[in-house]
């Protein structure tokens, strides 16, 4: 199994110094929650809210995530998450497939690095 480094973070875009800030600089706790981010349930349940054309219930998981995102300043997936949560709280009428797939990729390629 790969260790994650705050280096490869910071290749993926992290903003690993504010990410070790809100986790009071223990670099093994910043570590460890990076970790579960990935198998986060609020991703499926934004997809199944997207899919079943939920608004509401795709803004309440996409405003999870964002909190979660956001606070460990994961910013490449964070940014993608910032962008659907605020479509979605606007109710924006659209196709949010090509957002989802972006979030879907940034989250396979945080997935790798873990």
Known sequence: MNMLTTDEL??????????LSRCINNEALYLRLVGTVTDEKSFDKLHEALAANNLDEAFEAAHALKGVLGNLALTPIYD???EITELLRARTDMDYSSLEAEINAKR????ELI
């Open 80 to 82: 993608k998450v910032v």
């Open 10 to 19: 910071i290749e993926y875009g992290a903003n690993v110094e504010e990410g």
């Open 108 to 111: 396979e390629e945080l997935r």
